[in-house]
């Protein structure tokens, strides 16, 4: 695993990020970038030696734990590329990818890594959030919302 300056890694981002027009928000104390598209809000998060995005979910509850606990685990399972998470605490839903960065930095921007990243997690999104709905709404069962989103 190699690793490089989160400062330059920053840097990076935000020159893609301006490169594409995006508008974001970059957090200078927990260093976390940022924005939305439509109704979706994400955050990037990197790490000198890796980048994290995270789709937080616009469903959130807490009074249905059990429910979206057992709907995320069989969304997860079989999952190749990020995963699901959930915070009991408040509810939160969200899907996250990772992607590892390698020596030669520039090839994340030049390859769109943290764009297919982000792709992915709005695909995902799209894919599972009629499920949760259903769970959330209407008491579908947990593995019957599941095969409905993967049909």
Request: proline content about 3%; aromatic content about 12%.
């Amino acid at each position: 695993m190699h690793s490089h300056d989160l400062d330059t890694v920053i840097d990076k981002i935000k020159d893609h990020f301006n490169n594409r027009e995006l508008n974001y928000f970059f957090d200078e104390e927990l260093r976390v970038f940022q924005f939305g598209i439509g109704t979706k809000k994400y955050l990037v998060v990197p790490k000198d030696h890796c980048v994290t995005v995270y789709l937080i979910l616009p469903l959130q509850n807490n009074k249905k734990c059990d429910k979206i606990q057992e709907f995320l685990s069989r969304a997860n399972y079989g999952l190749t590329l990020g995963n699901f998470e959930y915070d009991i605490r408040d509810g939160e839903i969200r899907y996250k990818i990772s992607f590892l960065l390698p020596i030669d930095l520039d090839s994340v921007f030049e390859n769109d890594l943290i764009f297919d990243s982000i792709s992915i997690c709005s695909l995902m999104c799209d894919r599972y959030c009629k499920g949760l709905s259903n769970i959330i709404f209407k008491d579908m069962p947990a593995e019957q919302a599941v095969k409905m989103c993967e049909e």
